[in-house]
């Protein structure tokens, strides 16, 4: 459920209700017939701040009810007994109803909302590629390009629907193209555009272009690990690959070995590596550089987060990197897995 949990955390808490009244109900109401469950099995939803589960309700003679107010239509998890799987509903101010069996928790059927309609469908063109998404996937260009086509069309088809920023977002782990995100997210009504995921989008549209493809790499000097200072601009004439790391980032370290057979690959070809480590003690950063075999120039300011370099780059989440040509022009940004043996065996051809 982690993927799901990452768009968890950009959505607004929902309301639940907590007295009966005669007027006509707002918001949600959750009617549940689930077989297979003892009588008094917990329902919870996946609190959206922090992952913990909330229990609603209980299931008695495999029926429950749960009932809310969502402030905008968006991602929930279901989670029945406290035991995974978790069942994602894209919920909003709807009669939904759900039935099926705790035998086959994935094939649950789901109706009444409209927005888990829309989820639905786009959940289904997507699952073939599921595995794209997942922590430590090696992408491959034509899953890429798949995704990337299943999303268009789905924002396309659903502009005014709130799973479309959804369908933006994936497009965005797959893809760099930035006029495209940003033509779809242009497509998409105000209210849309001003939800919880859809102020999302508009920010990595924003965050896009800062150091776009096309534009010459800001300059900036730091020092080594024996304290020398190297600048960017000392590294004219080559491809650098400008890596944001630390020894405490564990994709980063998971990331290192594809980095380290690019480097192994491409070096006597005009190309070098320059790691900017996020790290603030020496001694674990110095460790890391030697059990991973990272044997290009690395420099710190040993200062975390609030690195110079990462802060004049805005980087706020590593792994990162930057791909410049000779003349220090950015040529790709991100260049994960077997992506970056791509783009430098295009490149330095």
């Not at 077989?35 to 609603?56: P, W």
């Not at 034509?142 to 990337?148: D, G, I, L, T």
């Not at 896009?208 to 000392?234: H, R, W």
């Not at 994709?251 to 006597?268: G, I, L, Q």
């Amino acid at each position: 459920m982690k993927k799901i949990f990452l768009l968890l955390l950009l959505l607004p808490v929902i309301v639940f209700s907590q007295t009966k009244n005669t007027e006509p109900e707002k918001g949600f109401v959750i009617s549940g017939n689930v077989t297979g469950y003892a009588d008094g099995t917990s329902v919870s939803f996946v609190n959206n701040q922090t992952g913990s589960l909330e229990k609603q309700t209980t299931i008695e003679k495999n029926k429950f009810t749960i009932k809310g107010e969502m402030p905008e239509p968006g991602i929930m998890v279901l989670v029945f007994g406290e035991q995974p799987p978790g069942i994602p509903l894209f919920l909003d101010n709807s009669h939904v109803k759900i039935s099926g069996s705790k035998d086959s928790l994935d094939k649950l059927v789901i109706t009444g909302s409209s927005s888990h309609n829309d989820f639905t469908e786009f959940s289904k063109e997507l699952k073939p590629y599921e595995n794209l998404f997942a922590e430590g996937a090696v992408p491959d260009k034509a899953s890429m390009e798949a995704v990337e086509k299943i999303c268009d069309a789905f924002v396309e088809k659903h502009p005014a629907s709130f799973v479309s920023p959804v369908a933006i977002i994936r497009l965005l782990q797959v893809s760099a193209n930035s006029a495209e995100v940003e033509k779809l997210y242009a497509m998409m009504p105000a209210k849309v555009q001003g939800s919880s995921l859809g102020q999302y989008v508009n920010q990595q549209i924003q965050e896009s272009k800062i150091n776009p493809i096309g534009s010459v790499i800001k300059d900036f000097s730091q020092t080594d690990t024996a304290g020398k200072p190297i600048s960017i601009a000392s590294l004219r004439g080559k491809y650098v690959l400008v890596d944001f790391w630390a020894s405490w980032c564990r994709p980063c370290r998971m990331e290192n070995p594809n980095v380290v057979a690019a480097y192994n690959k491409y070096h006597d070809k005009n190309f070098t590596i320059l790691s900017v480590s996020l790290d603030q003690a020496k001694p674990a950063w110095m460790d890391a550089i030697k059990m991973d075999g990272l044997i290009w120039n690395h420099v710190s300011d040993l200062q975390g987060w609030n690195n110079a370099v990462a802060t004049l780059f805005q980087i706020r989440q590593i792994p990162q990197n930057i791909l410049i040509d000779p003349a220090g022009k950015i040529i790709a940004k991100n260049l994960r897995g077997p992506m970056l043996d791509s783009e430098l065996s295009q490149v330095l051809q």
